[in-house]
């Protein structure tokens, strides 16, 4: 399993990252990833406000098919290397200031980042790390600080 890996492309500007899986680290993280994008999904990417050079995605409600209140703790850390991706569950009011739910894909561009939210530290779950392209996908990642959401998509490498 460890030979599949996915894309991450922002649409408009034609620029693509490839991911390598953490299948040894975070196999049921990557499986339920690995299934949920059957399909290639899209979704406007936003940056995020309190964990530094990070890009937030969610899940579409039609990619969400596992249930991820059964997916364990696995390579969790809330220092990430430039690259990394993550996997976070917002349940329904887990945060007093967003009551909502949340899936969400998050990946890290630069140094300096952590998981880091409105209440605190919060330790995520790492499933990947891009390896092929990070530089030029780092900086539409940036570009997002200062245009707004850009939309992309996340799906399986064939």
């Known amino acids: 399993m460890s030979d599949k890996k996915l894309y991450l492309k922002f649409i408009d500007a034609d620029v693509t990252g490839i991911i390598s899986l953490y299948w040894d680290n975070a196999p049921e993280t990557c499986k339920a990833i690995w299934g949920a994008l059957e399909k290639p999904i899209q ?3 936003t940056h ?7 890009i937030m995605m969610g899940l579409p409600e039609e990619a969400r098919n596992f249930d991820p209140t059964k997916l364990p703790p696995e390579n969790q850390t809330i220092l990430p290397e430039p690259g990394e ?3 976070f569950y917002q349940p329904k009011n887990f945060f007093k200031i967003d009551p909502d739910e949340f899936w969400e894909i998050g990946m890290f561009y630069g140094v300096g980042g952590r998981t880091f939210g409105p209440t605190g530290w919060i330790s995520c779950t790492y499933f ?4 092929e392209n990070l530089e030029a996908v780092a900086a539409q990642c940036r570009l997002i600080r200062t245009e707004g959401a850009k939309r992309v998509e996340i799906g399986r490498l064939v």
């Open 128 to 131: 990947g790390k891009m390896t």
């Open 85 to 87: 991706l993550l996997w």
């Open 48 to 54: 995020a406000i309190f964990s530094g050079p990070e």
């Open 43 to 45: 979704w406007p990417a």
